[in-house]
């Protein structure tokens, strides 16, 4: 699995990638913090905001419910072995 560092206030914070999907032309991703698939952790949607010619992603948490309801949606149809909720 692809894992992808943050850069925070308080450091690198490192995250697992579980799925990735598009919804209305917009990139989102599935992230752990659980370096071990089996352990349960946090799970966290984020939105890609980056432009094409961009050098690093810019990711963003998504406020809208319904926006994260729906995507929320796509990621439980996509991965059968988990149920997310909002």
């Known amino acids: 699995m692809e894992k992808i560092i943050f850069e925070t206030e308080d450091g690198e914070e490192e ?3 579980i799925a ?6 917009k990139n989102y ?3 752990t913090d659980s370096p ?7 799970f966290l949607v984020l939105r890609d905001n980056s432009s094409a010619g961009d050098e690093y992603a810019s990711y963003e948490e998504i406020e809208d419910e319904e926006e994260l309801s729906a995507v929320i949606k796509i ?3 996509l991965l059968d072995d988990i149920d997310l909720e909002v």
């Open 15 to 17: 995250f697992t990638v």
């Open 20 to 25: 990735d999907t598009k919804l209305q032309g």
């Open 29 to 31: 991703i599935l992230l």
């Open 36 to 42: 071990d698939s089996s352990d349960e952790g946090s």
């Open 75 to 77: 990621f439980n149809e």
